[in-house]
């Protein structure tokens, strides 16, 4: 059984190179090829794939978009499994095996879960741990994070993006992968989105892959560690991770989903109740508490913050009724560099703010101050 393992990459070259190795010392594990698309890179990640000599097919996708990338290299892949691969993963010693006897044993599995720990290049703070359990903003897929996987092999409803093996066919019934995101954290390059979320992904695919009646299993035995970055410890990272979610959501209720208009109001009546709920449980802990006593970004603040993106997201969207589509064909095609100020000059003021490094890569948590002036009228015009 042939495999494909295809490795979307953008200005991470270094990282791309431990990606890339950890495959190299599985290439006694099965037949396969592995396909780098680098996706409009302006770092050394050419050469760095040049290193690796016949290992790796290279493909140069100009548009800058995740689901784009992946589909470049689902376009030219040859093997009857396909294995997504983050540039910021590594396999373990027998991933590679264990995934192609699960897909030769069982026809009937279409999408493998991975078991994917966290490799953590710098101790992450306490707080950051605690948002973990609460959020899954590393991306992770293993017992620790979701309890219910310690049972070892079982079926599943997802799997989590960082590794995804599935069948050609399950990828083919599903459409491939769905709107997600465009441009990375680390972005500073000019013409280049900082990141937008727009759709749902590796989830969305999941869900489509099920209704046409795959089914997804979680396989321990799959195992890969997701690199976990000083970066991703930080009030910017998981500030920019809650909005994010919650705007793609509110994208995707709207194109993917294709929520009717009660519908939407009703989860917008929802949001404003958890927002409300949320802002109250800070705005209490910070009268029972000293400021050096409370962490430096709590969960409350990260799901208040993640609600009101929502309703702020959803405002935009009523708004603007064209904006949904129009960002879902960015999510799904990419913008080259060419396309990226004549894009720029279609998105409204109000979702260039709202989307800005300013507020959403902020390093600044909530304060007394900023819950007391925020009024609901703003998030509810």
């Not at 219910?148 to 491939?176: C, D, H, I, K």
């Not at 989830?203 to 970055?229: D, N």
């Not at 009268?287 to 208040?304: C, G, H, I, K, Y």
Request: charged share 25%.
């Amino acid at each position: 059984m042939d495999l494909s393992i295809i490795i979307p990459t953008h200005n991470r070259a270094d990282s791309l190179r431990l990606a890339m190795q950890s495959v190299c010392d599985l290439k006694n594990e099965g037949k396969f090829e592995v396909i780098i698309v680098d996706n409009n890179s302006s770092d050394h990640t050419k050469s760095v794939v040049a290193d690796f000599g016949n290992l790796a097919s290279y493909v140069f996708e100009p548009n800058t978009a995740f689901s784009r990338a992946r589909r470049s290299g689902g376009d030219v892949a040859q093997g009857e499994i396909f294995a997504f691969m983050d540039d910021d993963l590594t396999l373990e010693r027998g991933a590679l095996k264990a995934l192609l006897k699960v897909f030769a044993d069982n026809p009937q599995t279409g999408i493998i879960a991975a078991n994917i720990e966290p490799r953590f290049e710098q101790n992450p703070p306490e707080w950051a741990l605690e948002l973990e359990q609460s959020f899954n903003g590393w991306s992770l897929f293993n017992p620790s994070i979701y309890p219910y996987l310690e049972n070892g092999r079982q079926r599943v409803s997802w799997s989590a993006g960082p590794f995804m093996p599935m069948r050609r066919t399950a990828y083919q019934a599903a459409g491939g992968f769905p709107a997600d995101t465009v441009g990375v954290e680390t972005n500073q390059n000019e013409n280049s989105f900082r990141k937008l979320y727009i759709g749902p992904g590796d989830c969305g695919l999941c869900e489509r892959a099920e209704e046409s009646g795959f089914e997804i299993w979680y396989e321990p035995t799959v195992r890969c560690h997701h690199t976990v970055p000083p970066i991703r410890s930080t009030v910017s990272f998981w500030r920019s991770r809650g909005m994010g979610e919650a705007h793609y959501l509110a994208i995707s209720n709207r194109v993917f989903s294709k929520w009717d208009q009660e519908q939407l109001d009703l989860e917008r009546r929802n949001r404003l109740d958890l927002y409300a709920e949320f802002r109250l449980r800070i705005m209490k802990r910070f009268l029972v508490a000293e400021r050096d006593e409370l962490p430096l970004f709590s969960t409350n603040e990260f799901w208040a913050l993640h609600h009101k993106a929502y309703l702020e997201m959803d405002v935009i969207m009523r708004d603007h009724p064209f904006l949904p589509n129009f960002l879902w064909k960015i999510g799904c095609d990419g913008v080259s560099n060419n396309e990226f100020e004549s894009v720029i000059a279609q998105l409204p003021k109000k979702y260039l703010e709202l989307t800005s490094s300013s507020v959403m890569y902020s390093s600044e948590p909530y304060s007394t101050e900023a819950l007391i002036s925020e009024t609901f009228p703003s998030i509810c015009s």
